[in-house]
């Protein structure tokens, strides 16, 4: 997985999972809290409604009382037991006094419908011809049995099981048991219908949704009475009217008609009946959506901030890294390359981080290029070397045939002259170690000398003064005589009078380095001069056969072998000659002794008094 994918992914953990999370748990923990409130609310409303309902039935079931202990109807149930006689109605009959009666007693009340008596075998009085059902019709019905057993208990019916006698179904019916007054036989069955219209003020003051409704359930599940009217008459399985109960509230969630429904229920103080209040699930919820909708709208808000996030921010960080890493994948294989940068990239980490690559390639190129410049140099001052030498052989034979005539002539400036020009041609050409003692530096030094010496007859003087102790330092070799050489070339040859060379080591405890001066009182150089002659090329001085090319040579061999630290040093001014200077470190065997080096002020005063009392003074001619 890229770096970029794991940013992506952690911040969609660390922001966008919490934030649908909350919104989850805020929208469940609302809807709880508007079904726990909706749930108390529409309880209490029930709970009122019951009360009403109560008192309005109760008052029903007056009337009924009232009517079953008169003293006629008693009469007239003990006359017609048991006897068929033809039934009364309300508006014709064999005996109109007993039906006017009747008709008077029971419909005093406006919302009585219609009233029906039997005895126990026969239907006695019907009020409306709508309601005219024989006994045999009632024992047929299901809830005959129950009505029964309630022993003169009223007992309520729906409008779906009172026969058909509904107008636009909107009827309640009563029926019960009319017992002796005096020996509690059961004599007959009083039948009473009520106009549903009984229970609309009761039902209307009850708060309900809008889309939502108020149901009268009677123990069957029978919708008694519906307050919209949509659902009267329809039989429903409710749970709460299972034998055991066990929903452990009074409210629930059921679906009715497709339709998820809130339902709260209570038992009504009437037996048998209840109370319940359906609401849609989606209405109920309606305030519910809009705290999801946030929720939703601050996920996808998320969303978006976090691809502006990752194109403003991470994008640009990790294609700065992704570049870097190309980088090093490029450095593994050699090419040290620059990463190209943004137009707009900032100075963060990954900005300085990319800064930091380029300006890191960039330096090991220049590196590089310094080494390759140095290996360059150094091979073509060894093929300088090739080309110089000649075959050594060749060389040795003649110079022995030239001693050998001088000594034969008896010219011994000849034969010394000859023998230390094979000396020095052994020393330069026949050694082929880069590094010597600083004792054989100076013995091939000295030969050269000589010869010149013989040259220059009484030109110059020299002195060459050495410690004991350093006799047996370690020094690359052939870098002391190119610069005596140019001493005597650009120094001593102009002079008119007499010149004088000395060369001089001293050691450094402080630095740890081995310092040989060669200095001349020569005419010395210009200012001019010293710069040219470390500032042009030593490609441009060869070209141009300038001098001082040996300086630069030496120079350019020791920073090549040793290090940057370490070189030539020239001092030098018009008419005051000229001090060279060279500096490399202590090595070999004589760097375990350096701790039994002097200082250097020490050092260079006992050089000074080495070279009054000790150092040797070489004329022309001596051996």
């Not at 070279?611 to 040797?616: L, P, S, T, V």
């Amino acid at each position: 997985m890229t770096l970029r994918r794991k940013i992506m992914l952690a911040i969609i953990v660390l922001i966008c999972i919490p934030v649908t999370i909350m919104g989850l748990f805020s929208y469940l923990y609302f809807s709880s809290v508007m079904e726990r409130k909706a749930t108390e609310f529409y309880s209490n409303s029930l709970l009122e409604t019951d009360r009403k309902l109560q008192y309005v039935m109760g008052e029903i079931e007056g009337i009924s009382d009232l009517f079953i202990v008169q003293p006629l109807v008693q009469q007239y149930l003990k006359q017609s037991r048991g006897k068929a006689v033809q039934p009364l109605s309300g508006s014709l009959g064999e005996d109109r006094q007993l039906a006017s009666d009747l008709t008077n007693l029971l419909m005093a009340h406006p919302k009585i419908h219609s009233l029906n008596l039997y005895s126990n075998t026969h239907l006695l009085y019907y009020s409306n011809d709508t309601a005219n059902v024989s006994m045999a019709e009632l024992k047929e019905q299901p809830w005959f049995g129950e009505m029964a057993a309630r022993r003169g208990q009223p007992y309520w019916i729906g409008p779906s099981d009172n026969f058909g006698m509904m107008e636009g179904g909107k009827l309640l019916t009563q029926v019960r048991v009319v017992k002796d007054y005096y020996t509690l036989e059961d004599i007959g069955v009083i039948m009473l219908t009520v106009k549903t219209d009984i229970l609309e003020n009761l039902f209307w003051e009850a708060a309900a949704d809008s889309r939502g409704d108020i149901l009268l359930v009677n123990a069957s599940g029978e919708i008694m009475y519906s307050k919209s009217g949509d659902m009267l008459g329809r039989s429903i399985d409710f749970p709460f009217l299972q034998p055991f109960d066990t929903l452990l509230h009074s409210s629930y969630t059921d679906t009715i008609d497709g339709n998820k429904m809130f339902i709260t229920y209570v038992s009504s103080q009437i037996a048998g009946w209840h109370l319940a209040a359906v609401t849609p699930k989606q209405e109920l919820h309606a305030e519910s959506v809009n705290i999801r909708n946030i929720a939703l709208g601050l996920l996808i808000l998320s969303l978006i901030s976090v691809l502006v996030f990752d194109l403003l921010f991470v994008s640009p960080v990790v294609q700065s890294m992704s570049r870097v890493v190309s980088g090093m994948k490029q450095v593994e294989n050699g090419r040290f390359i620059e990463v190209p940068r943004f137009r707009r990239m900032t100075m963060d980490e990954s900005g300085l981080l990319l800064q930091g690559f380029n300006r890191m390639s960039k330096q090991i190129r220049e590196l590089i290029g310094r080494v390759e410049e140095g290996q360059r140099r150094k091979k073509q001052a060894e093929l300088q070397a090739l080309v110089a030498q000649i075959n050594p052989h060749f060389i040795y034979n003649s110079l022995e045939s030239i001693n050998s005539m001088a000594v034969l002539q008896g010219n011994k400036e000849i034969s010394r002259m000859v023998i230390s020009l094979g000396k020095l041609l052994r020393i330069s050409i026949s050694e082929h170690q880069e590094t010597i003692t600083l004792a054989k530096e100076m013995e091939h030094v000295e030969h050269y000398l000589r010869i010149q010496k013989i040259r220059f007859e009484d030109k110059f003087k020299y002195e060459i003064v050495v410690p004991g102790e350093l006799k047996h330092a370690s020094c690359m070799s052939l870098i002391i005589q190119p610069l005596v050489e140019n001493a005597l070339y650009h120094g001593i040859e102009r002079m008119r009078g007499k010149g004088f060379i000395r060369i001089a080591a001293h050691a450094s405890k402080l630095h740890n380095d081995l310092f040989i001066d060669v200095a001349d009182n020569g005419p010395g150089m210009t200012e001019e001069r010293l710069h040219q002659l470390f500032v042009e090329s030593l490609e441009e001085a060869v070209k141009h056969k300038q001098s001082g090319v040996g300086l630069r040579n030496v120079h350019e061999r020791i920073r090549i072998h040793y290090g940057d630290p370490y070189g030539l040093i020239i001092c030098s001014a018009a008419g005051e000659g000229a001090v060279v200077r060279v500096r490399i470190p202590l090595e070999g065997m004589f760097a375990e002794l350096r701790h039994m080096l002097p200082s250097d002020r020490q050092s260079a005063a006992a050089t000074e008094r080495q070279g009054a009392g000790q150092a040797r003074i070489k004329e022309a001619g001596e051996l």
